[in-house]
């Protein structure tokens, strides 16, 4: 190995090691599509907004916040009936039923959306912030949950990959923000609530893509800088 690989290496530490054939063996990491109860989940998710908009169309507010909880409720039971984990099965719950008494409280059926859009600007900022700090969420949190460490943030290369993915997700809140707070002032609840899902789960899956080739770019660099046992 050269000197400037040697000094990687040595930055890298013992932690960029991969477990040697003794026994040990890293957990698998649950893909990230899973942690959501995978693609059904996604489409679960929008369910209790499609009935919230009908609803609320033909009966009125109040009716359709109680449709929407209701329909978000019977949906975890009967997600949690077939066996999958409480914490995927009523994961829309608590959002829908805060949705619900900001649209209450405002007296709109744009109220609804109002957590989502704000939600929406917080993360998109404090995932930019993490890249100008140089600890790029992405890069962070996955090595978290792979039980990597932080040795990735010594390879320029893995750092950079994980920016470029990190800026993918900021650029999908970005945009779910500017395009849903237009529409918000604009009082097109219908339109909100199309723009909720289909700037959900289209966009989010091209970052996936961006975020899985910063996760296999940064694998492969890591690998090649482990010294052969």
């Not at 995978?38 to 489409?43: T, Y």
């Not at 998109?124 to 949950?145: C, E, I, M, T």
């Not at 990959?161 to 529409?183: E, H, P």
């Not at 219908?190 to 723009?195: K, S, V």
Request: proline share 5%.
């Amino acid at each position: 190995m050269t000197s400037g690989g040697g000094r990687i290496q040595g930055d890298l530490g013992d932690e960029a090691r991969e477990p040697r054939n003794t026994g040990e063996q890293r957990k698998p990491a649950p893909a990230l599509l899973d942690q959501v109860g995978g693609p059904s989940g996604l489409v679960y998710g929008g369910l209790p907004v499609i009935v919230f908009v009908v609803a609320n169309s033909i009966v009125g507010l109040t009716p359709a916040i109680i449709a929407a909880i209701g329909f978000a409720l019977v949906l975890g039971v009967w997600r949690l009936s077939r066996k999958e984990p409480a914490a995927q099965a009523f994961s829309g719950v608590f959002g829908v039923a805060v949705a619900g008494f900001v649209a209450n409280q405002t007296g709109s059926a744009k109220g609804f959306f109002l957590i989502g859009i704000w939600t929406s600007l917080v993360i998109g900022v404090v995932l930019l912030l993490s890249v100008l700090v140089r600890w790029p969420l992405v890069g962070l949190v996955l090595n978290a949950v792979t039980g990597k460490g932080n040795t990735w943030r010594a390879d320029k290369p893995s750092l950079r990959a994980y920016d470029i993915a990190t800026l993918a997700l900021t650029s999908v809140f970005a945009a779910r923000f500017v395009v849903q707070q237009w529409l918000y002032d604009e009082n097109s609840t219908g339109w909100l609530a199309f723009a909720k899902i289909a700037m959900g789960y289209p966009l989010f899956g091209l970052a996936f893509l961006v975020i899985l080739w910063a996760a296999r770019r940064s694998n492969k660099r890591l690998k090649a800088l482990t010294p052969a046992p």
